[in-house]
């Protein structure tokens, strides 16, 4: 055993030209590796392991990115809004972060201030009456604003439509329900801000002689009048709902 060790090591040091003097000419000296076994073994360890470790890190990662179960006042963007709806949601998402840019005022701008800017949904514009027009308002309840939407069809229809419009397929068909976009004015200073987009939607009409709006904008009292908050917790994964509009960059004053 130790003349083997020997002559191994000596192989392994001897120069080339040494090699070349001492073996006859065209031959040549293969030395197995050694220990191929056992680094074969290694390997296919360390393989498996690997494989364990992403089954892992993937099911973690689903079980963490589960979504989050709805209260009784929410509704789901992804499943509870029509297409029109989510196009309207994403519309304000991209007013709001404009009224940010302008530093959150309270008492915030006029829908008519934003629609002088081309800021959909305010602006009445062709994509707009393709998802059914809506006309919207400024409510004010104590220190909190609201804008609210109200379907366009309860104004005098048009001198210019066609007399069978009843029997035809138009925005009335598919009219957005009425929305909500809530400002508090405690959400500006709190732990939050700047506070996320918070949209409400109203699945039924009010009732006859009942305000669309309570006198506060607490959650229990939207809540209270049919209201429900629409959650995006899974918004990041859907499209924009809905024909692109091209904002125009006017700050609305």
């Not at 509870?80 to 309207?88: D, F, P, R, V």
Request: aromatic content about 6%.
């Amino acid at each position: 055993m130790t003349l083997a060790k020997a002559t191994a090591w000596k192989w392994i040091t001897v120069t080339s030209a040494e090699a070349s003097a001492g073996l006859p000419g065209g031959c040549i000296q293969a030395v197995p590796p050694a220990g191929a076994a056992r680094e074969t073994r290694w390997v296919l360890t360390t393989a498996a392991l690997v494989l364990v470790a992403s089954a892992w890190v993937v099911g973690w990662q689903r079980h963490g990115q589960a979504p989050a179960a709805l209260q009784t006042h929410q509704i789901d963007l992804a499943t509870g809004l029509s297409a029109a709806e989510q196009g309207i949601y994403t519309d304000l998402q991209a007013v709001h972060d404009e009224w940010q840019v302008l530093g959150a005022p309270l008492p915030p701008p006029t829908p008519d201030n934003w629609a002088a800017g081309g800021w959909p949904p305010f602006a009445d514009d062709l994509a707009a009456r393709q998802r059914g027009a809506l006309r919207w308002a400024l409510r004010q309840a104590g220190q909190d604003y609201a804008y609210v939407s109200q379907p366009a069809n309860a104004m005098p229809a048009a001198p210019t439509a066609p007399a069978n419009a009843a029997s035809m397929p138009g925005p009335s068909a598919a009219t957005p329900r009425a929305m909500l976009w809530r400002l508090l004015a405690a959400a500006r200073s709190g732990p939050n801000s700047p506070p996320p987009l918070d949209v409400w939607l109203r699945a039924t009409s009010a009732a006859p002689g009942q305000p669309e709006l309570p006198g506060a904008l607490d959650d229990a009292s939207l809540t209270r009048h049919g209201w429900q908050q629409i959650t995006a917790h899974l918004h990041a994964r859907y499209g924009r709902a809905g024909p692109v509009h091209h904002h125009h960059h006017h700050h609305a004053h």
